[in-house]
């Protein structure tokens, strides 16, 4: 069943009132988003409800989001995207809270694009690493600590893992036991967590860096008719974090030929040519301003990100799914095991390529 924009919402934006006008966009796992009109702007809308179960500080969105697009202004001949501009409401505030207390945000529509969810060549993937790239050079401009964070330890290998330790110990037994082949492969990997807090321990060498946090590919809008990307969205985890984040994402979410739902382990491979895309997409904008160290270690990104997202997915299945939207019983399990087949195959592409050990490197 879909949402409903509440009744006070449409008296205060005044929205169009023909069938049609308003159309739901995404009813995803987050936030609800419509498209729409209002009489008082003279172009389509996003209008969008804040989970605040997930996003407990909606204030903090709103204010992210307005001073990066503050900077994209000042500097938008640089930069080869568009930043959405947020929009206020009557009473020049950036949130709106209905009767229900759900919060809400509006913010402008940036037309005849479209949104991908799979890639369709290394040269798109190029274009969506370079642009992500392009992103982080420009919220390098932003001091860090102006931007807040939206959610705590979001990619915190060390949280992670500790979780996935809480979990193990207190969860569902018969699902722990089921597990226990699984588990013993993530244990067997806890010097990834040792070199993970060499970097965050080391500010210097590894800065605070302000980046995206969730760089898939269904976060940039295309040229309808090129590949060109045309827009950035969706800042809403976009906070300080370290150097790794973004090209980890895209990495998980990109690099293989599968998705994370998918169950036939065999065939969960690293495509040569859609790492490298991304690698170099990401780097052509951004080793410059990068630390030596940083360019370094820049083949950590994947490693760090699927083994934590694995860690999240089997944590989720020992607390009987409270987090991840299930289809069936084991799909978290399944999850899991994919993401785990993903990593082992990182490695092996890894060692092949630049004869990296899994325990070495």
């Not at 993530?186 to 990834?192: G, K, P, V």
């Not at 269904?218 to 008719?225: G, Q, V, W």
Request: proline content about 5%; hydrophobic content about 40%.
């Amino acid at each position: 069943m879909n949402p409903a924009i509440p009744t006070s919402l449409e008296k205060e934006l005044q929205l169009a009132s023909e069938e049609g006008s308003v159309q739901l966009l995404s009813n995803g796992l987050i936030n609800h988003t419509w498209i729409g009109r209002s009489s008082h702007f003279s172009f389509p809308i996003v209008l969008q409800q804040i989970n605040k179960q997930v996003f407990k500080n909606p204030q903090a969105l709103v204010n992210n989001h307005q001073q990066i697009h503050q900077i994209w202004q000042q500097q938008q001949s640089l930069y080869p995207f568009k930043i959405a501009a947020p929009l206020p409401f009557s009473n020049n505030s950036l949130l709106f809270y209905d009767q229900k207390g759900y919060p809400w945000r509006i913010q402008e529509y940036i037309a005849e694009t479209i949104s991908i969810t799979k890639p369709a060549s290394a040269n798109q993937l190029y274009e969506a690493a370079r642009s992500f790239g392009e992103f982080a050079r420009m919220a390098q401009l932003i001091p860090p600590h102006s931007i807040q964070i939206t959610l705590e330890n979001f990619h915190n290998l060390r949280y992670r893992f500790e979780q996935f330790q809480t979990a193990k110990n207190k969860g569902n037994a018969d699902r722990i036991k089921e597990a226990f082949q699984l588990i013993k492969n993530l244990e067997n990997r806890f010097h990834y967590i040792d070199r993970f807090d060499t970097i965050t321990n080391s500010p210097v060498l590894f800065p605070t860096r302000i980046r995206h946090h969730d760089a898939k590919i269904a976060n940039l809008l295309f040229d309808n008719s090129t590949n060109k990307v045309i827009a950035i969205v969706d800042l809403d985890t976009t906070m300080p974090g370290f150097f790794f984040s973004d090209l980890g994402d895209m990495i998980r979410s990109m690099a293989g030929k599968t998705d994370e739902n998918h169950t036939q382990l065999d065939q969960i491979v690293i495509d040569e040519d859609y790492y490298d895309a991304l690698v170099t997409g990401y780097q052509s904008t951004l080793a410059a301003y990068s630390t030596p160290e940083e360019n370094k270690w820049i083949h950590w990104s994947g490693i760090w990100i699927i083994y934590m997202q694995c860690l999240r997915f089997i944590t989720d299945y020992f607390l009987n799914d409270q987090y991840y939207r299930i289809e069936y019983p084991l799909h978290n399990l399944d999850r899991a095991w994919n993401q785990y087949q993903l990593l082992v195959a990182l490695e092996q592409h890894l060692k092949r390529k630049f004869n990296f050990e899994p325990g070495s490197f």
